[in-house]
Nanobody, 126 residues
């Protein structure tokens, strides 16, 4: 049974930093493409960052230079370091696992990700 458990969310002031963590189980994490998505109230879920099993990454333009995705395959864990946070970053953040090819997964489309956790809320105040 695939399980993804996110943590690390909370409230932070604009300009601050936060690190999200995700622990995965029930599948071969070290060979899987993983990503972070987020969803703000009233908006569609959007892809933030992708990481291939070997370290290849991709970022949405609106987080480039501010967010960094990384993983520890020995710990079956995925992370998202978020710096220079803005109120517009307020959302529920989800760790997601892809079941498609890397070439599709890196496009950060929700339809290419079959599994996600319960999410962790990030609230950025101005």
């Amino acid at each position: 049974q695939v399980q993804l458990v996110e943590s690390g969310g909370g409230s932070v002031q604009a300009g601050g930093s936060q690190r999200l963590s995700c622990v995965a189980s029930g599948f071969t994490f070290r060979s899987s493409s993983m990503a972070w998505f987020r969803q703000a109230p009233g908006k569609e879920r959007e892809g933030i960052s992708f990481m291939q099993w070997d370290g290849l990454t991709n970022y949405a333009d609106f987080v480039k230079g501010r967010f960094t995705i990384y993983r520890d395959n020995d710990k079956n864990s995925l992370y998202l370091q978020m710096n220079s946070l803005e109120p517009e970053d307020t959302a529920m953040y989800y760790c997601e696992a892809s079941t498609t090819t890397t070439s599709l997964a890196r496009l950060l489309r929700q339809t290419d990700y079959a599994y996600w956790g319960q999410g962790t809320q990030v609230t950025v105040s101005s």
